[in-house]
């Protein structure tokens, strides 16, 4: 490329450093260049996908170029984007690829969505009922029947609708209460595409809807805050159809759109730290705000979250650095109160899912140390009702919790009984495993042993179901998967010595299948202990799959290609539709215990036959009697496993279990 050739389109300024934005027409199209001399060159499919995770927040890697919200790394160069910054960067880049689109080989209409949309995101609007006729009749000219919106108001759980395009029969609210599986699938996806609405098992509860409206797809996006959900927009087909990456790119910037008419960039939320003579009067109305939230969680039987934040060692310039950051977690219904010297609180007016307060502080974590690098972070968490039931319990239990993340060098405490009590078993690795074989049901050969956590009490042996709901409260899921993932690859080093070749089964969480350094993790993990990738099988529940269908696919696309095995564990308690289940990379589908029992067996022949239909192995579990052992095996299950076969046994006595197993 020549480098004269070069002409700027933008130039970004970034908390004082400039992110040139530049372009050269080739004969193979228009390339786009980040950062300068020194940055990286994209190709116009290159940069629809940094364009699409730069919309939706999730992270994206090239060869010279990583994207990890809020951070920007181009070549040696990194880059903090604030909203403002990212709005600009995704501005520039729709609108250059406009232009590559114009100037390609066998160019497309001059007039494409991203010019209209772009177009419309410059007018003012007095409200998002004025915008969406015109957003409509952009979608409508695409191809599609056209767009529905709901949003939330303060202090409700229901989507209630706020208008469609074109006009059609009255649209019904949407209720955690009516739809419960749907609003799970809400709360943890910011797009949700469907591409045959009447079989997609996440559209179920909604299918009287979409039946009514004469729908065959959606392509949803998903409104909400890092605090919770707020809204959700509809782009629809009449017919079946596959959405692809421009599809959902068009379907995060139409939302990106309404979302800017709805409410204000939250990095132009004007919070300064006050004058002393004020604090009483921003103490005094934070806590009346939680005297209120307070009252309405008791009235409906609701959870709250409230948050001490202390930084040690901020100069003002950095603490007001800090109050944008926490700002972004705000909904309308939140509140953010500065302390002086005590630093902040955070008040979550509702917090709808158990570890929903501990995935805001996480992710507020990550933006503080990363705006004030070095500084010491500690948050402090306390729950209502799980730790306190009145406005000073929740204070206290705060501030306590914030004070001891700090003498602990920062972090994230909860004062939830048994959380700090659970953190310091994983600190001080006072958990042990136990291993459960499984069996081929064909000779009866050892095929793997699942590994099942254990803590070890005063009142006797805590098994995973009696803490894992703790974990998930307190943020600690990621955490015991890793200490798990650590000992099991100690025992599979152990005996690979002695020719012992064992495959190890171990439970992980939707928590960690949505991280994107897992599979880097687990890549490190196996080559430090110099083990194949295959003495493992990662299993995995259908809701944790089922809730983000297209991100667990591909999670689980790079987990395969690593050369790791991939089981869906208990299946049939939300069945994957066929067609989804072909989707996903799997070798082992573990059946609900519920179907080894005699009275389900056809439906368990039924179920067999689908995970043989998309070549995966069929696990039958807990199997206890004779009896269902012989019966599932009669029905084609490859796989089995319960106390008829063996019991969990404790890691010294995994050596006879493998030996006996295997053979020597």
Known sequence: MNEASWKLFAPLSIEGA???????????????????????????????????????????????????????????????????????????????????????????????????????????????????????????????????????????????????????APLEALSPERQPVYFQVLEHNLLIAAEDARQDARMNELREILLSRGLGAVLQVVLHSEGGLWGLLWLESLQPRKWNPSDETMALAVAQVIERILRPLKDELNIQAPERRSLAVRRSEFEINLAQALSLAQRHGRSLAL?????????????????????????QSDSLAYLGEQGFALLLSEVRFTAGASRVAHRLLGRLRSALSGLKVGIGIAMYP?????????????????????????????????????????????????????????????????????????????????????????????????????????????WKPSGVNARFS???????????????????????????????????????????????????????????????????????????????????????????????APLAKAAIEMVHAVGAKAVAKGLEEQSQLSRMKELGADLGQGHILGWPVPAEDLGALLVWGIGS
């Not at 948050?307 to 909904?331: F, H, K, P, W």
């Not at 050969?445 to 709901?469: C, M, N």
């Not at 687990?522 to 990662?538: G, N, Q, V, Y």
Request: hydrophobic share 45%; glycine share 8%.
């Open 18 to 168: 400039t992110l040139l934005i530049e372009h050269q027409d080739l004969p193979s199209g228009m390339a786009i260049r980040l950062g300068g001399a020194g940055g990286v060159v994209l190709k116009p499919q290159e940069a629809q996908e940094l364009l699409l995770n730069l919309l939706t927040g999730e992270s994206w890697v090239s060869s010279r170029l990583v994207w990890a919200a809020p951070r920007l790394h181009i070549g040696q160069r990194g880059y903090n984007l604030n909203e403002r910054a990212k709005l600009a960067l995704i501005e520039a880049l729709q609108a250059l690829l406009v232009e590559s689109q114009g100037t390609a080989i066998n160019p497309m209409p001059k007039e494409t969505w991203q010019r209209a949309l772009l177009e419309l995101s410059r007018q003012r609007f007095v409200g998002v009922e004025e915008a969406l006729p015109k957003l409509g009749e952009m979608l409508i000219g695409l191809g599609l029947k056209g767009l529905c919106l709901w949003l939330r108001e303060a202090n409700q759980t229901a989507l209630k609708p706020v208008g469609q395009y074109p006009e059609a």
């Open 307 to 331: 948050m001490r934040i202390r930084v040690e060692g901020m100069n003002r310039a950095q603490t007001e650095q800090a109050a944008r950051e926490i700002a972004y977690t705000l909904r």
């Open 386 to 494: 799980q730790d306190a039931t009145s406005a000073e319990g929740l204070w206290t239990q705060a501030e306590q919790a914030c004070a001891k993340a700090l003498e602990s060098g920062g972090g994230i405490r909860l004062l939830t009984p048994g959380a700090s009590e659970l953190q310091e078993a994983l600190n001080q690795n006072s958990l042990t495993l136990h291993f459960q074989p499984i069996y081929s049901l064909g000779d009866l050969e050892l095929a793997a042993v699942e590994a099942l956590a254990r803590w070890p009490k005063p009142k006797g042996l805590y098994q995973a179901g009696d803490f894992l709901p703790l974990a998930e409260q307190a943020g600690l899921l990621s955490a015991q998967d890793r200490w798990t993932l650590e000992k099991v690859l100690e025992q599979a080093a152990l």
């Open 506 to 600: 171990v439970n992980i969480s939707a928590e960690t299948l949505a991280d994107p350094n897992f599979p880097t993790l687990l890549r490190e993990m196996l080559s430090t202990k110099r083990l194949p990738a295959d003495t493992l099988i990662l299993e995995f529940k259908e809701e944790a799959i089922l809730s983000d269908l297209e991100t667990a696919s591909r999670s689980l696309e790079i987990l395969k290609h690593l050369g790791v095995d991939i089981a869906l564990d208990n299946f049939g308690t939300n069945p994957l539709p066929l067609t989804q289940l072909r989707r996903l990379p799997l070798d082992w589908i573990k059946l609900n215990p519920a179907l080894s029992t005699s009275e389900n």
